[in-house]
């Protein structure tokens, strides 16, 4: 209450003091005109009247002398009219004057300037006049007396008052209006939402997390209502993750978490430097109109590899691929993030455009994806390419070298930068450095087909762990290097020894974050999904992929056919909705491929859809994980159907998402999950037959057996979650040795 008194007076005293000024300089105005136009009708008068009276005053008092007076005295604005000799004596006053004639006049005393009269102010009989005198003369020019005419001035007192009466009555006014709307915007404006941020406080402080994302939205609290939100996410997600640790401490088990990893990287890595390197950056700036937004990619990998950082606050060097990354840098290419609250730093890698087609689109993803993926999608190799990824990996190399120290820890990520780790370790024998290769690793034979296969291999060697998702890829990978060079495998302690430098590879299966986080949406139920795809359906079905051809998603779409041509008492009841983010459409066989996935769909239903119910859903466009989550949780089957996968995490992601215990994962054999989800129902996404008959099994499997499944699957991802990942590779290279 005293801030708004305080501010009203502020405001009432601004507005007085302002028109205050104003009404001065229009009082002065006003009057200065008033008087200009008094004096110039007195003057007019007493111009006519010296030429006539000049000659008759020296004669006395006279009844022509009155008659002049008396007919200029009749003017309403006039008083009178006095006639003075050159004593300043009255020869002739008007009728109505001579009754208040002051005895001294100041005005006769003053001295004028030839013939020119003069104008002032005076009291007559307590009233305000306006005296205006002019000399007279007889015909030789000589001075004679003087004219006075008396004009009543009390009409511009008047005029002034009434002036400010109406500016106070005015000021009044506007003090009461802008009081009252002055507390009504403070009480809509600023007190409604402090109190409504006071119980949304409240509430969280309670610990009343649902109600974290209705905080108010008014402008002037904007900046505060994003830091606060930020905040009140953090601690929802703290929140989350000491109850998942206590109900597990409470049953002897333990979770590896953000802050557990954090603690375990400052006991591992103590003072030493870490360094990230991947393709993709965990923070890009993108820009948005006029402004530049910093946003944080959809990737496994930044989930688990963030907390890393932050622990130790290390440095991260990735592609700068965002339209306004150049734009926030320093001289260094260096950002601090996260931006909420830096911690690590971010170095951002240039590459020109032919840079990017020849290392990103060209050798790794039209040569090795392809290549490790066994797909059936053949491999293509240009030297060009060879000479680009080459020269990229260099340039990634050079930019290490400022943050390089003795025995810096340096993690390498992805079949982005194969040759990167020899190009390091030559440079810098004494760094410990890991590769994580994401994606498969094929058979020898599949692997000799690339015509720069021992240069890959050699650069891989260059690491001290390189580490694959499954024991099956470091077996292929150890067969593979043991055919191709001339090296000493350890098939026991499964080392590779090159040139008296040992490589160990190991098995590292990546997962999610089990401690889900909050999504900031109201979750939709299942009709309402089916509602909002504008479909009518009792089963749901759902796949997310990318549009990438290893996927098995046309496979995938081929068992739904073969599901609603067998089981025809499914027609109009089970609908599967697949959400296929675009994927590096800048290939020409990932452009192709995007066009035959909706040209299947296409086919299944006008083959099958009738009103308004069709077997296959379609979404082609990237979704947040905020939007597919509703997808995961109301799904009653999840469909992973990879012809060849490294992990995929979709099948993690869907489990995790499953807190009713509900729901069934049919999961490709192919894929690294399948190791560890042995709860799945196992499919060969080649066999449509199977996987149409798995459909069925599904949809029918009892809600006691479903729960059984998904309880026993989800205690392996929390187990083998993404953090227990980082820190198993963190472990492993720390215990490195070098001779």
């Known amino acids: 209450m005293k801030i708004t008194l305080r501010l009203i007076t502020a405001l009432i005293l601004a507005i007085t003091a302002v028109a205050g000024v104003f009404s001065y300089f229009t009082v002065q105005t006003e009057k200065t005109r008033l008087t200009a136009e008094l004096e110039h009708r007195a003057w007019l008068l007493a111009e006519g009247l010296k030429?006539?009276?000049?000659?008759?005053?020296?004669?006395?008092?006279?009844?022509?002398?009155?008659?002049?007076?008396?007919?200029?005295?009749k003017d309403k604005k006039i008083i009178g009219v006095a006639v003075y000799d050159v004593t300043g004596k009255p020869v002739a006053v008007s009728k109505d004057l001579s009754a208040i004639l002051p005895v001294k006049l100041n005005i006769l005393f003053e001295e004028f300037k030839g013939d020119e009269g003069k104008g002032a102010y005076e009291k007559v009989t307590s009233k305000q006049n306006y005296l205006y005198a002019v000399p007279t003369y007889d015909d030789e020019g000589a001075r004679t007396g003087t004219v006075v005419i008396f004009s009543d001035a009390s009409y511009i007192d008047e005029y002034i008052f009434d002036i400010w009466r109406r500016n106070f009555l005015r000021i009044l006014a506007n003090a009461l209006i802008i009081s009252v709307i002055t507390l009504l915007v403070i009480r809509w404006s600023i007190v409604g939402p402090i109190a409504r941020m006071s119980e949304w406080m409240g509430n969280l402080r309670k610990g009343k997390f649902d109600e974290i994302f209705k905080m108010p939205k008014e402008d002037l609290f904007t900046p505060i209502s994003k830091e606060i939100s930020s905040l009140a996410k953090s601690l929802a997600v703290a929140h989350a993750r000491a109850e998942e640790e206590a109900m597990l401490r409470q049953h002897a088990e333990a979770i590896w978490t953000a802050e557990r990893l954090k603690g375990h990287v400052r006991a591992k890595l103590g003072d030493k430097n870490l360094i990230v390197v991947s393709n993709r950056e965990p923070f890009m700036h993108i820009r948005s109109g006029k402004f530049i937004e910093c946003i944080s990619p959809a990737s496994g990998l930044v989930t688990a590899l963030d907390p890393i950082l932050k622990a130790c606050g290390g440095l991260w060097v990735a592609h700068g691929s965002g339209n306004a990354d150049r734009d926030v840098v320093d001289r260094h290419n260096i950002i601090?993030?996260?931006?909420?609250?830096?911690?690590?730093?971010?170095k951002r890698v240039w590459l020109t455009q032919e840079e990017e087609e020849g290392y990103y689109y060209g050798f790794s993803n039209e040569g090795l994806w392809p290549l490790c993926h066994i797909a059936h999608t053949r491999p293509v190799f240009r030297m060009n390419d060879w000479a680009r990824y080459q020269e990229v990996n260099l340039k990634f190399s050079r930019s290490l070298e400022e943050a390089i120290e003795n025995e810096t820890y340096i993690f390498i990520q992805d079949y982005h930068f194969a040759i990167l780790p020899r190009i390091i370790k030559e440079r810098h024998p004494d760094a410990k450095i890991a590769l994580f290769w994401h994606i498969p690793w094929p058979n020898p034979e599949a692997f000799g087909i690339c015509p720069w296969r021992r240069e890959i291999l050699h650069g891989m060697l260059g690491a001290d762990i390189i580490g694959f998702h499954t024991q099956f890829h470091c077996n292929n990978f150890l067969e593979t290097a043991d055919r191709n060079l001339e090296c000493h495998t350890d098939w026991e302690n499964f080392s590779i020894t090159k040139k008296e430098h040992t490589t160990y590879v190991k098995p590292f299966p990546i997962s999610v974050?089990?401690?889900?986080?909050?999504?900031?949406?109201?979750?939709?139920?299942?009709?309402?999904?089916?509602?909002?795809?504008?479909?009518?359906?009792?089963?749901l079905g759902v796949g997310v992929d990318r549009l990438d051809y290893t996927k098995g998603i046309l496979e995938r779409f081929r068992a739904v056919e073969r599901f609603i041509e067998k089981y025809s008492e499914y027609r109009g009841l089970f609908t599967f909705v697949q959400i296929g983010a675009p994927s590096r459409e800048h290939i020409k066989s990932y452009h192709e491929f995007a066009g035959r996935v909706k040209a299947e769909a296409d086919r299944i239903n006008w083959r099958f859809q009738s009103g308004n119910w069709r077997p296959i859903v379609f979404l082609h466009r990237h979704f947040s994980h905020a939007e597919i989550e509703p997808y995961y949780r109301h799904a009653d089957l999840c469909m992973v159907t990879s012809l060849?996968?490294?992990?995929?995490?979709?099948?993690?992601?869907?489990?995790?998402?499953?807190?009713?215990?509900?729901?069934?994962?049919?999961?490709?054999?192919?894929?690294?999950?399948?190791?560890?989800?042995?709860?799945?129902?196992?499919?060969?996404?080649?066999?449509?037959?199977?996987?149409?008959?798995?459909?069925?099994?599904a949809i029918e499997m009892e809600p006691e057996e479903q729960k059984l499944r998904m309880k026993r699957m989800r205690a392996v991802v929390r187990e083998n979650n993404i953090y227990k990942w980082a820190a198993d590779i963190i472990t492993e290279l720390t215990h490195i040795r070098h001779a």
């Not at 005053?57 to 022509?64: D, E, F, N, R, Y």
């Not at 998402?657 to 690294?672: A, K, M, P, Y």
């Open 51 to 73: 030429e006539s009276v000049g000659p008759l005053v020296l004669k006395g008092q006279s009844k022509k002398l009155d008659s002049i007076m008396e007919k200029i005295s």
């Open 336 to 346: 601090r993030v996260p931006p909420e609250n830096p911690q690590y730093d971010l």
């Open 513 to 539: 974050d089990f401690t889900h986080p909050p999504f900031n949406i109201e979750i939709k139920n299942k009709e309402e999904l089916f509602k909002e795809l504008g479909v009518k359906g009792t089963f």
């Open 644 to 697: 060849h996968d490294g992990m995929n995490l979709v099948a993690k992601e869907f489990v995790v998402s499953r807190e009713d215990e509900r729901g069934v994962l049919i999961l490709s054999t192919f894929t690294g999950a399948s190791r560890e989800l042995r709860d799945a129902l196992l499919v060969n996404p080649y066999d449509i037959e199977q996987m149409a008959d798995m459909i069925r099994a």
